[in-house]
């Protein structure tokens, strides 16, 4: 079935499209920061990939901050999971994670 462009739901799953994407950019964007030692990118990186953690992609983006060395980021992710643990769960939960990551993540959820 095939919808209007000014359909409310279409324009909702083709901004998630964009938001989705433009985090794996961002993402990129912070493995650089973090690789050629630029704190105020990856700040800016940061910043932005908070405003677009969502409960189907905050163990991405956590996976990401992890690796990236973007600790508030990842606090920020631990706090989502927290806050919004059920919406997490039923968007798939947080299975791509190690074991080090999920522990953290469960204890946030006690906290």
């Given at each position: 079935?095939?919808?209007?462009?000014?359909?409310?739901?279409?324009?909702?799953?083709?901004?998630?499209?964009?938001?989705?994407?433009?985090?794996?950019?961002?993402?990129?964007?912070?493995?650089?920061?973090?690789?050629?030692?630029?704190?105020?990118?990856?700040?800016?990186?940061?910043?932005?990939?908070?405003?677009?953690?969502?409960?189907?992609?905050?163990a991405?983006?956590?996976?990401?901050?992890?690796?990236?060395?973007?600790?508030?980021?990842?606090s920020?992710?631990?706090?989502?999971?927290?806050?919004?643990?059920?919406?997490?769960?039923?968007?798939?939960?947080?299975?791509?994670?190690?074991?080090?990551?999920?522990?953290?993540?469960?204890?946030?959820?006690g906290?």
């Amino acid at each position: 079935k095939k919808r209007h462009v000014l359909d409310p739901e279409a324009k909702k799953e083709a901004m998630q499209k964009n938001d989705d994407e433009l985090v794996d950019v961002l993402c990129e964007l912070l493995q650089a920061a973090d690789m050629f030692v630029m704190p105020s990118l990856k700040d800016l990186c940061t910043s932005n990939i908070v405003l677009r953690t969502t409960a189907a992609n905050v163990a991405r983006i956590l996976l990401c901050a992890d690796l990236y060395n973007a600790g508030e980021l990842k606090s920020a992710c631990l706090r989502f999971v927290a806050k919004h643990h059920q919406e997490v769960h039923a968007h798939g939960g947080l299975h791509m994670l190690s074991k080090d990551l999920l522990v953290e993540a469960m204890l946030s959820m006690g906290s």
